[in-house]
């Protein structure tokens, strides 16, 4: 569909990956320096938080194999720690990043060295704050190529690799947007903007300049390494007159499947291939890159804006007098599209990609999520539903952040940090996707569940329609899971385990619950440590719905937790 008269872009090429050049697995160092970097966008100009200087923050580009070491010196006011999104680390829970469950904060003027090897991966994932609401700016692409001589297991050679990182901009300080509605019990203030690339683009007022161009040759393939970077916003993407081939999801490749359209959820990476194809009667044209949200809540709580980047054909300094084309994108609330797109995604299962799910399950747990109230204090006025506080939960339970890292309480065998009691399964089960509940109020607690090494797990995820049905993407970190089944309305133990996919399930580490409905994951509890698994919509992680789980050592050496760093931060 051609839109209106074309638009005058200042336009910038996209940053294409360099290849590293070691011949063999090599130590890749970094140093990240965490600074307030003045930034406009929207004509509003704010000081952000950024590694050295940048927005986004600059890419880490590595080969499976490669041990990543990375000094982060913290240089702002507010605490800082840094994730690196679906790296597995392997006994190196101390690199892991999320704050006051594998670590302290970085406070200012301390620095921290982060250390893990990159094992059994390859493909995109990303770097990110993790603590608050830091990561709305402090974020980053990780670049994870095969070993070296070890070809993609796709027919064609990509001509360049662009990663596309997909963010939210806000005019006002996010700190200070979580901080007035955790005290006033409302609903955060939404961003102003989506971003491509740290740019809003020209559907946005005063943001023709600020727009992310991908120029492209015809006849060359391109692989777009797509990161999900926004705090609170699932997102649908598709480029005009363009088909894409999905070939690798969160750093684990899958049965290649064209799609017009690509649904990313905050915490998820797709690598998609593009055939740089013009359009026969108009070579020359630009077209639209294109994403806004698949938005499940209440109207209001989200942005309901469109955010647009440029594939562009033309020659240097032609753009004002080109055709301009513009994708379909499904409706927002379109759960059908969503469903059907994830049901496409399939693991290679090959002998040197194998799916390696487990087949028998040692312990099963049921977690209904969604959200809550808390009553409000006394002597308070408070914004939520009915004048009490928005909450969210796991089985009822709301997660309190310690003040110790869970990580340094388990290592240090340190008591009353948190207790081992977080429940398998409700412990008052209700008509989950029907009505609610009268009473919507949650419990608080630092619950925990404890597994054996190699525990071989099954978790079904359960959304619940307490305060409406809500798509929530769910993150574990320190492992990847299989999604071996999802479904809609609730999850029948007795009928639906019958439809579970064991041969070929998507491997992953991030998550969508189906809005009304329920996803099964399986893994095996093959890494010592504390691993956090939460909602990766910010705004409900502020709530609560989050947890975590310990995982003991196993028996032999390379089964066990390596002890804490010298330079660990101190609570």
């Avoid at 006025?381 to 009915?386: E, K, L, R, S, V």
Wanted: charged letters at 15%.
């Amino acid at each position: 569909m051609e839109a209106p008269p074309c638009l005058a872009l200042l336009l910038f090429f996209g940053t294409l990956l360099v290849l590293p050049q070691s011949s063999h697995a090599a130590t890749r160092y970094y140093t990240f320096n965490v600074t307030m970097q003045n930034v406009t966008r929207l004509c509003t100009t704010r000081a952000i938080p950024t590694v050295n200087g940048k927005f986004p923050g600059p890419k880490i580009v590595t080969r499976e194999g490669d041990q990543v070491v990375v000094k982060v010196v913290n240089n702002v006011k507010d605490n800082v720690t840094i994730h690196w999104h679906g790296v597995r680390q392997l006994r190196t829970g101390w690199s892991d990043g999320p704050a006051y469950v594998t670590q302290c904060p970085i406070r200012t003027g301390q620095s921290y060295v982060y250390n893990f090897t990159i094992t059994g991966q390859r493909g995109t994932l990303f770097w990110h704050a993790h603590v608050s609401w830091m990561r709305a700016t402090l974020y980053g692409p990780i670049v994870i190529l095969p070993k070296r001589g070890v070809p993609y297991p796709f027919p064609v050679k990509p001509y360049k690799e662009v990663p596309i990182i997909f963010g939210e901009w806000f005019n006002a300080d996010p700190e200070a947007i979580i901080a007035q509605a955790l005290k006033t019990g409302a609903g955060p203030n939404i961003s102003d903007a989506f971003t491509i690339n740290g740019l809003p683009g020209p559907l946005y007022n005063c943001s023709s300049k600020d727009t992310f161009k991908l120029k492209v040759q015809p006849g060359k393939w391109y692989l777009l390494r797509l990161i999900n970077a926004a705090l609170n916003e699932e997102l649908f993407f598709s480029i005009a007159n363009h088909t894409l081939t999905v070939v690798d999801v969160d750093a684990a490749y899958v049965k290649p499947f064209h799609t017009d359209v690509v649904l990313i959820t905050p915490g998820q990476t797709t690598n998609v291939l593009l055939r740089a194809e013009p359009d026969a009667g108009c070579p020359t044209a630009t077209h639209l890159m294109l994403a806004r949200p698949y938005g499940t809540g209440q109207p209001g709580t989200f942005d309901n804006t469109t955010v647009a980047a440029v594939l562009e054909y033309a020659p240097p300094g032609h753009i004002k007098s080109l055709p301009l084309f513009r994708p379909s994108l499904p409706a927002l609330n379109d759960t059908a599209f969503a469903a059907n797109y994830s049901a496409k995604l399939r693991s290679l299962a090959t002998p040197d990609y194998p799916a390696n799910v487990p087949r028998g399950v040692d312990r099963s747990f049921f977690f209904a999520v969604g959200l809550g109230t808390n009553p409000c204090p006394a002597n308070q006025t408070c914004q939520g539903p009915n004048g009490s506080m928005f909450t969210a939960s796991m089985n009822n339970v709301s997660f309190d952040m310690p003040t110790t890292a869970l990580l340094q309480a388990h290592y240090g065998n340190i008591a009353g940090v948190y207790t081992t009691d977080f429940p398998a399964a409700p412990l008052e089960p209700f008509n989950y996707t029907g009505t609610p509940p009268n009473n919507t109020n949650v419990s608080n607690g630092t619950k925990v569940v404890v597994l054996q090494y190699n525990t071989s797990v099954e978790v079904v995820l359960q959304d619940t329609s307490i305060l409406g049905a809500e798509s929530h993407p769910l993150h574990l970190h320190g492992f990847d899971f299989f999604v071996v089944g999802q479904g809609f309305g609730n999850y029948d133990s007795s009928k639906d385990p019958a439809k579970f996919n064991l041969i070929d399930p998507v491997q992953r580490n991030t998550v969508g619950v189906p809005a009304g409905g329920w996803v099964a994951i399986r893994f095996f509890a093959d890494n010592p440590g504390v691993w956090f698994m939460h909602c990766h919509l910010e705004v409900h992680t502020s709530w609560g719905l989050k947890m975590a789980w310990v995982v003991n050592d196993g028996p032999l050496p390379e089964q066990k937790l390596m002890p804490p760093p010298a330079d660990l931060p101190k609570c």
